[in-house]
């Protein structure tokens, strides 16, 4: 299966806005970003994404509280999910993986190789 569709939470607009820029523009993706775990919630499974990224840090519902959320929703409860953090060494991102992450993003990242690096997490990760 090819990754098609990301759903993308980020609380902050700046980043929010280069990271759906980067996705779509150099990547070819459809994305739906939501500024907060709520929204993300309410609107992610009917996108059905291929692949969500979020942010470790969200006020209010956090990257991990979003996560468990969304896996409560049939269409996501297997969609793969990458965290978006800058706190990304190597015990952090085995505790980010025992929370159902396939995988870790550190920020900063360069936009203009964050389609490449989405794109070779599915193919490590998720690609049948």
Do not use: N
Request: hydrophobic share 45%; net charge negative; with cysteine.
């Amino acid at each position: 299966m090819a990754l098609r569709r990301i759903l993308l939470v980020e609380d902050e607009p700046d980043i929010r806005q280069i990271v759906r820029l980067s996705l779509e523009t150099v990547g070819g993706f459809a994305v739906k970003a939501c500024g907060s775990g709520e929204q993300a919630v309410q609107c992610g499974a009917g996108f059905h994404p291929d692949l969500i990224l979020l942010d470790f840090m969200l006020p209010g519902m956090d990257g991990p509280a979003t996560l468990r959320a969304l896996r409560l929703q049939e269409p996501l409860a297997r969609t793969p999910a990458v965290f978006m953090t800058a706190r990304a060494c190597a015990r952090e991102r085995d505790s980010y993986r025992a929370m159902g992450a396939v995988d870790v993003i550190q920020k900063p990242f360069d936009p203009l190789a964050l389609a490449d690096t989405v794109q070779d997490i599915w193919r490590h990760h998720c690609a049948d």
